[in-house]
């Protein structure tokens, strides 16, 4: 018999016919002749009913067939008498896989915080909540995929390991083989030709540079992977590793850029209503009521595209009591965000023409000479949820740049070299993909939509 998913099993508008299945138990309960469990394979929310009839193949097992423990079930699909279910097993034969000691498994059938679930991060995905969150990641991941691929987009992989600081933030992990016990020193300070690499290397903050060398040769492309930030924030919208998707279009502008990524977010907020349509009504229903209609508002909305400038007299003129002021030349911060998205235009808001001081060196300048060609896309309930910009393509504005945020340049000369033979406008942005299934899941905290978090003073499993 062929394996079945219990999601298959339980949605088949056929009956009666042989089944296999497998999974975990997740209740147990007995009758006089029969005992009744329910099974979860991960493939769906819901549980496969399966009666065990009292002297079939296996049954002597029963009593060590507790919940936790995994199974495999052969037998016969048939409709449900029950309420609240449309089909399940008649068992014919039933193996216990693998035991799940009752008195020490943590995850009995009751409610469980999810701070105490992050301390048993290798069974938690077996709880409803987390069982939809990863779901929900899945489904994401695989829209995004399909929006660049049906775009014409080339995904390319950019390294992890990179001794250029794509942000100049200085928050990068350090890679490096050197005995820290007899750090090798020369004039200055470690002597890194002595290291592994040659050189002062740490794991990537973005794949950003490297994604734009590609584009000038591929044309448009994206990556979609691991990225690091050694930035010691314990909130509940930071890790320390978690995914980016990085976009960059060659021959683009800003106003491509923005265009990109409303059309990006409507289709991955669509796919991920139409294909995780059962987890997305459990988020609906328990972790965030309203997060479905504020999704479909989104898709359903014309992007309101603002320039910095207005949006800080918008701002100042509110009358509200912010935390933190509001000053041409500040970066917004979250509750700004959200006024101009929640109250002021009640839809999604672009904000572009932000200063050159509070942003990074690769921005294209305005011919203002004090504006970059940047943008952040707000959404109501979050705030920024995507950044980019066009890209500085012209040289000398580069490396005046550089110097003037006291980056070296000799350091970027494969990525100056870009404007040396053949530049181009170009433009991308950036989504940090915990924050979308994040604000998508309705979850408070990020530490909650990744399988494994990794924060300051964390990294356990």
């Given at each position: 018999m062929k394996r079945t998913r219990v999601v298959d099993l339980i949605d088949a508008e056929s009956k009666d016919f042989d089944v296999l299945a497998r999974g975990w138990v997740r209740t147990r309960r007995e009758s006089k002749d029969f005992s009744f469990i329910e099974i979860n394979d991960g493939s769906c929310m819901r549980n496969l009913q399966v009666v065990v009839p009292a002297g079939i193949e296996g049954y002597d097992e029963m009593p060590r067939i507790t919940t936790g423990a995994s199974v495999e079930v052969s037998g016969r699909l048939v409709a449900s008498p029950g309420e609240g279910q449309k089909n399940e097993v008649q068992a014919q034969r039933i193996s216990l896989i693998g035991i799940a000691d009752p008195d020490s498994f943590p995850l009995q059938k009751k409610r469980h915080s999810f701070e105490f679930l992050r301390e048993i991060a290798h069974l938690r995905p077996r709880t409803n909540t987390f069982g939809a969150v990863f779901r929900v990641r899945n489904v994401l991941s695989y829209a995004i995929h399909t929006f660049f691929q049906e775009k014409g987009f080339v995904y390319v992989h950019t390294p992890v390991i990179t001794g250029s600081d794509c942000e100049g933030a200085g928050e990068m992990f350090r890679v490096t083989t050197l005995d820290m016990n007899k750090v090798p020193m020369a004039e200055g300070g470690v002597d890194y030709s002595r290291d592994f690499f040659g050189t002062q290397s740490g794991l990537t903050v973005s794949g950003q540079l490297e994604g734009e060398m590609l584009s000038m040769a591929l044309g448009d492309i994206y990556t979609f992977g691991p990225t690091f930030r050694a930035e010691n924030s314990n909130t509940t919208r930071h890790l320390s590793e978690f995914w980016m998707v990085e976009p960059e279009m060659a021959f683009a502008t800003l106003e491509d850029d923005y265009a990109l990524a409303e059309e990006f977010l409507k289709y991955t907020f669509s796919y991920t209503l139409q294909h995780a349509a059962e987890d997305m009504e459990f988020f609906n229903t328990r972790i965030k009521k309203g997060i479905i209609d504020t999704l479909?508002?989104?898709?359903?909305?014309?992007?309101?595209?603002m320039e910095y400038t207005e949006a800080v007299k918008l701002l100042s003129a509110s009358g509200e009591n912010f935390e933190y002021p509001v000053e041409w030349g500040s970066d917004l911060q979250t509750e700004h965000e959200r006024w101009l998205t929640e109250k002021k235009c009640k839809k999604p808001v672009v904000v572009i023409n932000y200063p050159k001081d509070i942003k990074a060196f690769y921005m294209k300048r305005n011919d203002d000479d004090t504006t970059v060609r940047a943008m952040d896309v707000l959404v109501p309930g979050v705030g920024e949820i995507i950044g980019g910009s066009e890209r500085e393509d012209r040289l000398q504005f580069l490396e005046d740049r550089m110097k003037e945020m006291g980056l070296n340049p000799e350091e970027y000369w494969w990525y100056l070299d870009l404007r040396r033979y053949g530049s181009a406008p170009?433009?991308?942005?950036?989504?940090?993909?915990?924050?979308?299934?994040?604000?998508?899941?309705?979850?408070?905290?990020?530490?909650?939509?990744?399988?494994?978090?990794r924060t300051p003073g964390n990294a356990r499993f």
């Open positions: 479909q508002h989104i898709m359903e909305s014309p992007f309101e595209v170009h433009a991308g942005f950036g989504l940090g993909f915990e924050r979308t299934v994040q604000f998508v899941t309705g979850m408070q905290n990020i530490r909650d939509v990744i399988p494994f978090p």
